[in-house]
């Protein structure tokens, strides 16, 4: 089972969850983490290279040890275990000092810590470093004269040593899509393009394995399907009632469709135990109403719910969105929101609109009010239900999206907007998706990188400005990054 996911997953479960405790403790069950992430650390010299004006008593005080240093990162790095004998397998390597070519050519995501008045910089040979999994921080052997600034120096080595983590986490995360299109589903037409869907499919299977280790087990639709009719009707009616005592309102729909996509929810979690998996997809809405044996309800509050409780749970089949969420998660402690994607250049603002969304936006205690609504360009009171949850504005944002295929990330950043200043209508049927995030941004280079081939229609909203972050992240595993607003 998942290691590092595993403690998350209990954490989010009992903190974050939309039902009540009791609920909460009824929700996916996972089993403890049972293995941490491993570090291979390298010091290259024992210290100071010069012994200066200082007596010994007076060095021992004012120069910073190897030890000093590492025991002030595994305070800041919980369930990181920092190891010297090489001989252990290990996720990254942390190297105070010029690393090897033996090193680097072992090819793991890789932190160079220049320990400054140590020894001369020019011993690190920066421009070698460029392409490789590479980061550099700077640790000065001589302390600073502000604790603060000491501190934020251990805070920033710490955080990208976090990358690492995350990136091993990956390998414990067991993907379930429920589809009958393996392993992209039916709504990946602008990534494939015309290219040939089969070999595009093993190009991004072999990416995803290289770089992250991430399972994806596929089960089809028909399983789903019967699974809903078997779920018991008073188990359905608890979770949309505490759905619909939570909401501002219902327009739109009826508790019967809420029930409906109760038991949607109910039969998704019952497929993540039964297949031990840690985050799942589905087909939706287009797909789902025309499903050969009969439609399919709505899982946009199924997928509300499980992305609350801290479980990536993406429509579509969206696998390079969900392989963002995850990692998000991972570095920020914090669900996302992943949408369609427009830019309307004339306000300056960029879109991201879908039918689920996340509760705890900003994954804390705090909740984003929301209306359960009928699915759009479904019949009124058909097809389930879904939600309009009213996103924070003013706040600032990072928009990214992972394309595994072609190993590229893509990052803007803006601030967050009312969408009901530029459109009156931005809250009634006719406008598409229910949740809609408008976001002030630079619209003319955005029009200028768009490129649907490459990373589709979608992108993945995280509250915060991630976008230094989510860069290191792109070099420690080795993908190339876009910043569509520069």
């Known amino acids: 089972m998942a290691r590092g996911l595993a403690a998350i997953l209990i954490a989010l479960i009992a903190v974050y969850c939309m039902l009540t405790a009791a609920q ?16 291979h650390v390298v010091f290259r010299s024992s210290g100071i290279d010069h012994a ?11 120069v910073v040890t190897n030890e000093d240093m590492l025991n002030e990162l595994k305070k800041r790095c919980e369930g990181i275990e920092f190891v010297r004998d090489f001989q252990e397998e290990a996720d990254g390597i942390l190297v105070f000092g010029p690393p090897t070519d033996e ?24 421009q070698a470093y460029k392409g490789k999994k590479i980061l550099f921080a700077c640790l000065p052997r001589v302390r600073d004269a502000s604790e603060s600034v000491s501190s934020s120096r251990y805070e920033d080595l710490a955080e990208k040593i976090k990358l690492i983590q995350a990136i091993s986490k990956m390998r414990d995360v067991r993907i379930l899509e429920i589809t009958d299109r393996p392993v992209l589903g039916s709504f990946c037409g602008s990534l494939i393009g015309g290219r040939d869907r089969e070999k595009y499919e093993k190009v991004f299977l072999e990416n995803l394995e290289e770089t992250f280790g991430t399972e994806i087990v596929a089960i089809p639709q028909e399983e789903l399907f019967y699974k809903i009719q078997e ?60 499903y050969e044996k009969g439609p399919i309800p709505s899982q946009g509050l199924a997928s509300t719910q499980f992305s609350t409780d801290g ?57 984003s009010s929301y209306v359960i609504r009928n699915l759009p360009r479904w019949e009124k009171y ?25 190993k590229r990330i893509s990052i803007f950043t803006g601030k967050t907007l009312s969408g ?42 995280f509250y915060g400005d991630i976008r230094e972050r989510l860069k290191d ?14």
């Open 103 to 126: 090193l680097i050519k072992i090819g793991l995501p890789m932190i160079v810590v220049y320990p400054m008045w140590g020894i001369w910089m020019e011993s690190f040979n920066l």
């Open 24 to 39: 909460a403790a009824e929700a996916l069950e996972v089993e403890p983490a049972v293995t941490r992430t491993k570090i």
């Open 382 to 406: 058909k097809g389930g239900a879904c939600v309009q949850v009213n996103l924070p504005s003013n706040e600032t944002v990072t928009v990214t999206k992972i394309s595994m295929y072609h």
């Open 311 to 367: 479980i990536i749970s993406t429509s579509e089949i969206l696998i390079d969105s969900l392989l963002t969420q995850q990692l998000g998660l991972y570095i920020t402690g914090q669900p996302s929101f992943n949408g369609d994607y427009i830019i309307e250049p004339f306000n300056n603002i960029a879109i991201i609109l879908h039918c689920e969304c996340p509760l705890n936006i900003y994954g804390d205690k705090r909740r």
């Open 231 to 290: 779920i018991e009707e008073k188990e359905a009616k608890k979770i949309a009632k505490i759905w619909i005592d939570r909401a501002d309102g219902i327009r739109d729909t009826t508790e019967a469709e809420i029930v409906k996509s109760a038991k949607v929810y109910l039969a998704m979690k019952g497929f993540m135990e039964k297949y031990d998996c840690t985050a799942i997809t589905t087909e939706g809405y287009g797909v789902f109403q025309n």
């Open 52 to 62: 200066g004006n200082w007596d010994a008593s007076q060095k021992k005080e004012k």
């Open 420 to 461: 009901r200043k530029f459109f009156e209508e931005w809250d009634n049927p006719g406008l598409a998706c229910r949740t809609k995030l408008a976001i002030k941004a630079d619209t003319k280079s955005l029009l200028k990188n768009l490129d649907w081939a490459l990373f589709g229609q979608h992108r993945v909203v």
């Open 473 to 486: 992240l792109a070099t420690l595993i080795g993908f190339e990054v876009v910043e569509e607003d520069k």
